[in-house]
């Protein structure tokens, strides 16, 4: 299916004109369309179902973290601004005032980019839009409902005292729907996602499914969550987190050890996987 399918789905659902209908009805509502005028086919509905799958899952799991914030403060000059965008390639920068713990808002690239034309001293409270202050534990289909109905595209994570653990934007919220949509249908070549090593362990592509790694290894795994169907999905699950690369989690149920062997803040990319 091709983007333009994707952003017909996303309008559809997040830009429901009943306030009511949640993200979720919105979604079982199209999977569930069965007469001949369906605008979706039985592909696309699974893809919809992988967006079901996401229910469950964390701000916190998916978050940049602290460290990897892009901010500036509220009394630097557009040089510096201007500077930021370009050398780290972003749209939007966190603006604080005294330290990152107090973040005020968010100022974007487009509307630094106006500002050439308004011919007037650089302020940097006259770009600087709102942010909204979340939990880690809040849910991401959650967190999309509530950007859509405030406006607001950024979302600061903040722990029980205030400080600053991560950020959102609504462009990574949809980033990690259609990734992970994409991914579940993006390859049938089971050898390029499943590799033998010498050591008679497997290198294993994260998006590779429980079935195809049954298929190709006759390794059995067994997950008790039945909407798991991916290993990064199995192995996220009994983690609780996206595990760090290098990361080592045993699993007694399967008799298995599985090493992180990519990944980034948001995803799993590629495991090994061993016996325990």
């Known amino acids: ?22 993200v979720r009805d919105t979604i079982e509502e199209l999977i569930n369309e069965e007469d001949e005028t369906s605008s979706i086919d039985d592909d696309e ?32 000059n557009v040089e510096e601004f201007i500077s930021m965008f370009v050398e780290e390639q972003i749209s939007s920068i966190l603006v604080y005032q005294g330290t990152i713990d107090n973040i005020i808002g968010v100022v974007y690239l487009k509307n630094v980019a106006n500002w050439f034309r308004m011919n007037k001293p650089f302020n940097v409270s006259i770009f600087t839009k709102e942010v909204l202050f979340i939990p880690p534990t809040m849910k991401i289909l959650d967190l999309i409902t509530q950007m859509k109905d405030t406006g607001t ?24 729907i259609i990734g992970d949509i994409q991914d579940s249908n993006s390859s049938k070549d089971n050898k390029s996602k499943i590799i033998r090593n010498s050591d008679d ?14 298929k190709a290894t ?56 061993r016996n325990g």
């Open 218 to 273: 006759e390794i059995k795994i067994v997950s008790k969550d039945r909407t798991i169907d991916s290993i990064g999905g199995y192995v996220f699950t009994i983690s609780g987190n996206v595990p760090a690369k290098g990361t080592i989690i045993s699993n007694k149920t399967n008799n298995m050890k599985f090493e992180i062997l990519d990944a980034d803040p948001r995803r799993i990319k590629l495991i090994k996987i």
């Open 1 to 22: 299916m091709n983007i333009k399918n994707y952003l017909r789905f996303l309008k559809k659902i997040f830009y429901k004109k009943n306030q009511e209908i949640t």
């Open 153 to 176: 595209k950024v979302a600061v994570v903040v722990d029980e005292y205030g400080g600053v653990d991560g950020f959102v934007s609504f462009k990574d919220l949809i980033e990690e």
């Open 45 to 76: 509905k699974e893809m919809l179902e992988n967006v079901l799958n996401l229910r469950d899952i964390q701000v916190q799991d998916i978050m940049i973290p602290r460290v990897e914030i892009k901010a500036l403060s509220i009394t630097e």
């Open 201 to 214: 362990s497997y290198t294993v592509d994260a998006r590779a499914s429980l079935e195809e790694i049954e």
